[in-house]
DNA sequence: GCCGGGTTTATAATCATTCTCATTCAATAA
DNA sequence: TTATTGAATGAGAATGATTATAAACCCGGC
């Protein structure tokens, strides 16, 4: 998807961002490919139109685009390998921001429903869900925020 | 929670593991402190009984643990950085294995329902849910395992 | 057009994780 | 109990993803 420049400004200034080529040429490589994007898919794409773009300034872009709340992080977790011996049926609550994670019991889930919308072969036997929110401590912390 | 030696050992081949000392350790470490660790952090624990333990033992074990099923990973995701540029509400099924993410639309979550349930303060007003299981290529692939 | 502060670039640094390989150990057979 | 052998371990190097640094650059206001 390509914007105009003037499109591009007014979006970028009403999440408090400057509006820089680069960003622009990043924002719309993310929208116009529908799907979930690793930093080094979307810099292939960018480099397309901008061949002398940083990694660097993709990582950045990303990350104020998703704390600006233009994107979203898909599986916002620790960036760290974590292990759970409790093998009974149980789910997460995950906060975005901290990454916290705690135990949630109950059957919130109506899997029988869910089969029903999800692609045929998708196998939830071994299925956890996870919900994903802003904890009570870090929703204090930036209550003042909007996003 | 200590094991005996021989209460590991019938555990452990029960799963496909040869029974070593280091295994019983780091096992017994994930075990004993419910909650949802990193290595670095049952490291840490191991180290205080086995001082000469390798970071990367650690490592393969937790590994091997969570292939035969004796823990479970939290946030099983690509450990890279994935971004999503659609902000309507959805919700994403995640492959376990391949760590492939598709949407998935409709209303299958009474948040309603999961509000009463969850610790007070957190917040689902962003919230987002992800169901992980395992998707038709992967079950195909590896349809002979029994785990 | 010029200035100043935010942005970009290139590269170095960092962090988590995996690999390599020499050494050691567990499980089986004698 | 001991010997054997393939698997597991330990130490450190290697890799891959991400972040930090610092100099050059550009956007937007004057």
Redesign the interface.
């Known amino acids: 998807m390509r914007l105009t420049h003037a499109q591009f400004r007014e979006l970028a200034w009403k999440h408090g961002l400057a509006a820089t080529h680069q960003r622009q040429v990043v924002y719309e490589a ?2 116009a490919s ?1 799907g ?5 898919q ?1 810099y292939a794409t960018v480099r397309l139109r901008l061949p002398s773009i940083s990694l660097a300034t993709v990582y950045n872009n ?1 990350r104020l ?2 704390e600006c709340g233009l ?5 916002p ?11 009974r049926p149980h789910h ?5 921001r901290c990454k916290s ?2 135990d ?3 059957d ?3 899997l029988k ?2 089969s029903r ?20 401590r870090c ?2 912390k930036r209550s003042s925020r909007t996003n």
């Open positions: 993310v929208i529908h979930h994007h690793s930093p080094e979307i990303l685009f998703v994107l979203r992080e898909v599986s977790h620790a960036s760290t390998l974590r292990v759970d011996g409790n093998l997460h609550l995950v906060c975005s994670v705690q949630i019991e109950g919130f889930f109506d429903r869910i919308q999800i692609p045929a072969g998708f196998d939830l036997t071994q299925s956890m869900v996870e919900v994903f929110g802003v904890c009570r929703r204090a």
